[in-house]
């Protein structure tokens, strides 16, 4: 279903651009303060979350209105807060799986297609999984929080991650999205 208020955006309309920069300011400052893990200062992260919504302004007529906004905001903000970490050398929670992390994947999240088929596939993974992934890479959750919010051992997060990033990379693969 559309969203009237992208649609608005879509077009140009400067209040919509407002209403969604009322509405989503908070999340969007929230998610760049969990996933730099409290690492930029208070102005650092306020002026992250003033570049997501320059970024959503001035891509505007890319945007799908089928799509939830909170979900391009959310990859915009990460991205915003990891290129803002890597210039200050500080290193983010995604680098600290180490030997987990497949570079392809995180480079084939920046282009919009690859984000639907990869959110797409993440659907299809078992509640459990897909809550830890769209928690980790969507809200920026530190893998501590999300075992404490969940209940469970950060051990057993880490691997349900892994998991879920193998069986997105399978179906991705099977979907020809990248070769082995």
């Given at each position: ?50 570049d997501?919504?320059?970024a ?40 600290e ?5 497949d ?29 830890i ?11 501590s ?23 997105i ?12």
């Open positions: 279903m559309k969203d009237k208020l992208v649609e608005r955006l879509v077009c140009g309309d400067v209040h919509a651009f407002e209403q969604i920069v009322k509405k989503y300011g908070r999340y969007v400052f929230k998610v760049v303060c969990n996933h730099s893990g409290g690492l930029l200062t208070k102005e650092d992260t306020e002026e992250i979350t003033n997501t919504f320059a959503l302004w001035l891509n505007r007529e890319t945007i799908d209105p089928e799509r939830p906004i909170m979900t391009y905001l959310a990859v915009v903000a990460r991205n915003k807060a990891s290129n803002r970490l890597r210039t200050l050398k500080y290193t983010v929670s995604i680098d799986l180490g030997e987990l992390r570079p392809r994947f995180e480079h084939e999240l920046e282009d919009k297609e690859s984000l639907d088929a990869v959110l797409d596939a993440a659907s299809k993974l078992n509640k459990r999984q897909y809550e992934f769209i928690r980790f890479y969507l809200y920026g959750e530190q893998l929080v999300i075992a404490d919010k969940m209940g469970i051992s950060e051990p057993n997060v880490r691997i349900s991650l892994f998991r879920a990033r193998e069986t990379k399978k179906r991705l693969t099977e979907g020809g999205f990248f070769d082995e």
